[in-house]
T-cell receptor, first 112, second 115 residues
Framework: GENVEQHPSTLSVQEGDSAVIKCTYS??????FPWYKQELGKRPQLIID?????GEKKDQRIAVTLNKTAKHFSLHITETQPEDSAVYFC???????????FGKGTRLHILP | GAVVSQHPSRVICKSGTSVKIECRSL??????MFWYRQFPKKSLMLMAT?????????EQGVEKDKFLINHASLTLSTLTVTSAHPEDSSFYIC???????????FGPGTRLTVL
C-alpha cells in the first residue's frame, strides 16, 4: 500500500518569510496529491491539490510542486501570516474518492 | 461545497459502554465513506472504508468487532465503538466521497472521551 513520508515534523518561520514542507510517496500509481490544513480540534481542510500530469500549481500564496520521477511533492507558502499557523498534512492517493493515507503532519508556527 | 455532518460532536462515556457516531452527507449521495481516528498531536489514521450496502473494509490492526460500521444508505454511515475503554478516547473523523466531481469531504469530527 501507499506510504507517505513528511518532513519536517515541526517548522517555525518568521512572519513574512516562506515555509516549505516536503513529502515523498511510495506507490508510483498514485496520481492525486492533496494538502490539508488542520487547526486544533477541527476537520482537515483541503487547501490545494495537484494531479500527476501537472508539475506545479499555485493559488495565491500557496503553491505545490510535484516531481513524479522522484516521487517528491512539496508545499510552499510565501509571505506567511499568523493565520497560517496550523498542522499541515500531505497525502498521495490514486483518485480523489479513494481512501486517504496521510503523512504524519507538520506543525507550522509563524513567529511574530 | 458539499457538507458532511457528524453527530455527536463530543461524547463522554463510562468504560464498557457503546457509543454510536453518525456521519451524514447532507447535500449529496456518498457511495463511499471513510472513518479515521486521530490521537492528540498525531496524524489521521484510516480505520475503515464503508460502502453503501456492503460490509466495511477494515485496515490492518483495526478490530471489526470493536468498531462496527454500518452504511445503510447513500447519505448515512455509522461507527459504533463497542465496550469502549479509555484507550479508545480519540478524535473520530469521517469523510464522504461523492458529489458532482466525486470529491471527498470531511465531517467536523467527534471527540470521544472514555472515563
Amino acid at each position: 500500500g501507499e506510504n507517505v513520508e513528511q518532513h519536517p515534523s515541526t517548522l517555525s518561520v518568521q512572519e513574512g518569510d516562506s515555509a516549505v514542507i516536503k513529502c515523498t510517496y511510495s506507490d508510483s500509481a498514485s496520481n492525486y496529491f492533496p494538502w490539508y490544513k488542520q487547526e486544533l480540534g477541527k476537520r482537515p481542510q483541503l487547501i490545494i491539490d495537484i494531479r500527476s500530469n501537472v508539475g506545479e500549481k499555485k493559488d495565491q500564496r500557496i503553491a505545490v510542486t510535484l516531481n513524479k520521477t522522484a516521487k517528491h511533492f512539496s508545499l510552499h507558502i510565501t509571505e506567511t501570516q499568523p493565520e497560517d499557523s496550523a498542522v499541515y498534512f500531505c497525502a498521495a492517493i490514486l483518485n480523489r474518492d479513494d481512501k486517504i493515507i496521510f503523512g504524519k503532519g507538520t506543525r507550522l508556527h509563524i513567529l511574530p | 461545497g458539499a457538507v458532511v455532518s457528524q453527530h455527536p460532536s463530543r461524547v463522554i462515556c463510562k468504560s464498557g459502554t457503546s457509543v454510536k457516531i453518525e456521519c451524514r452527507s447532507l447535500d449529496f449521495q456518498a457511495t463511499t465513506m471513510f472513518w479515521y481516528r486521530q490521537f492528540p498531536k498525531k496524524s489521521l489514521m484510516l480505520m475503515a472504508t464503508s460502502n453503501e450496502g456492503s460490509k466495511a473494509t477494515y485496515e490492518q490492526g483495526v478490530e471489526k468487532d470493536k468498531f462496527l460500521i454500518n452504511h445503510a444508505s447513500l447519505t448515512l454511515s455509522t461507527l459504533t465503538v463497542t465496550s469502549a475503554h479509555p484507550e479508545d478516547s480519540s478524535f473520530y473523523i469521517c469523510s464522504a466521497a461523492g458529489g458532482r466531481y466525486n470529491e471527498q469531504f470531511f465531517g467536523p469530527g467527534t471527540r470521544l472521551t472514555v472515563l
